[in-house]
């Protein structure tokens, strides 16, 4: 009997965990190369320590060689989330999203939070705004 308890409460803290958050790894054509993933994640680790992106909005916080990172909220009040928060949702991506496209190994999509956030990687696009 212990052995099936057990069990039950290894299955249902796996469900829970793997509900925390969802992955989204469209279209790898849109991916970002990902010899880019350890720059962009050390860019963010090493900024200011908390980022805050306004309501209903998305703040660009890497854009380079390819690669566009963004911080998304779709609540109605801004949103403050600490810079390692952020940078496990783009390690996420690089581990779940990586595919082959084109002869480069790429990686991209979205992670969504259930508390109304998410983290955007792609390629660069119209939206980038170059670093400074």
Known sequence: MRLNTAISAI???ATAVSGQHTVNCWGK???ADIKMFPEA???IEHGPPTITVNPNGCK???CKD???VRFCTDSDE???MGKKNIADSVRVLSNECRDEYKGKTVA???VDHPDHWSVVVQGEDDLCKPLS
Do not use: C, D, E, N
């Open 11 to 13: 299955v249902m803290l």
């Open 78 to 80: 801004p949103r403050t």
């Open 108 to 110: 991209g999509g979205v």
């Open 29 to 31: 054509a849109l991916h």
């Open 60 to 62: 660009g916080l890497f």
């Open 41 to 43: 994640i050390s860019f």
């Open 66 to 68: 390819g690669m566009s």
